[in-house]
């Protein structure tokens, strides 16, 4: 394996466009046996590195990692894609926010084939959430899911156990709960979740799904002035108005843990992975005290937001899909999902999760939620279901902060609608 340093990979893309038209054949760097591997700098591919030289050994094929940040990946896409480089031939996607941009614009291989015809690998072991977040609107496969992400309730047992209040199972009783918790004086606050424009969606998305709404219909148009999805808003703004802490409208995911961990929330709405965090002694005044339960459900039942934040795919411009696939395949197995499950990574894989000691890194309770034995049903995504998720979360965004505010839910939610319906209509033609 080969790590190429970030200054030199930025330089062989440049160098890449450039000669693009010149290459006739092969990835832009590396033999016959060598492909091009771009990750995500995230803890998934820190677990994986250190396992590529097996890869290597195992299959002849020479690996050359680059390694990015989220933004600068993105950038590099951008560069790569649009040129039809062939410099990469597996390249990690933000699924959640990315996916839908790279395949409208034609950017990654179809490789339905790939997943239905290794029989070995089992395409259907992966979550049908997972499965569902990396296929198009016509059927194809254009990535694989890596990990997933689920909104919970973390709580602070010392708190409920102390005034008798049970865990909210609805969310009436969440907000019941929450409001007797709720003691500004004391410097603790009911309920916190991230809540900072665009950034809220995710945070309000659960909500939106219990009320039976969503951002957009069955068709795809938008329906942020549905009765169903205005009421999940007001739920969530309820909450956060009347017995969240003041300055929510500034809280992303980090804020509102960093302040469960101050002991100053005594119910936290967020992802699974970040129960790390807030059991972190080092981190958490109050790790020993922390509860986690099904998110709670509205009128229509248990729906919960879920996403699959990042997944392998094979670029449309590889000259070597082939091997990129190998690498993929061998990336994704079972075996590997409970090696990295047992490192502590969310896998998507549910034989993973069904193996005592591969999910033994988890809390028990954890683990159960993700497994959904409790039947919850994980929609599959948080945001809004169109090509530019990113202005879309904006748009939702001025609702949330509405509704946060205290202000005219009903007409802030049709004024964003017509936005929102004008940005799905624009992405059609």
Known sequence: MRRIPQTLALAAIAASVVGLSACSGGSAGGSAQSINVYLAQIPWSDELESLVPEFEAKTGIDVNLTVLGDTQLAQQYQVMFNSGSAEADVSMVMSSVEFPRYVDSGWLADISDDVTGAADWDWEDFSEPARRSVTDGEGAVRA?????????LMYRKDLLEQAGI??????????EAAAKLNDPAAGVYGYATRANGSAGVPGAASFVFGSGGDWTDSSGEASLDSDATVEGISVYGRLLHDSGAPGALNMG?????????????????????LFPNVLDPEASRVADNVGFAAFPAGPAGHRVASYTPWSLSIPQSSKKADLGWQFIEWATSAEMGKTMLAAGQPVTRESAWADPEASAAFPADVAALVRGDSGIDYVGYASPQVVNISKSRDIVGTVLATAISGGDVESAARSADEELAALIESEKE
Do not use: C, R
Not at 253 to 273: I, M, P, R, Y
């Open 166 to 175: 049970a865990v909210p199972t609805t969310f009436a009783e969440l907000e």
């Open 253 to 273: 995911w980090s804020e509102a843990v960093a302040l469960f961990n101050q002991g100053k929330v005594a119910f936290l709405g967020e992802a699974d992975t």
């Open 144 to 152: 694989v899911p890596l990990v997933s992400e689920h909104f919970i």
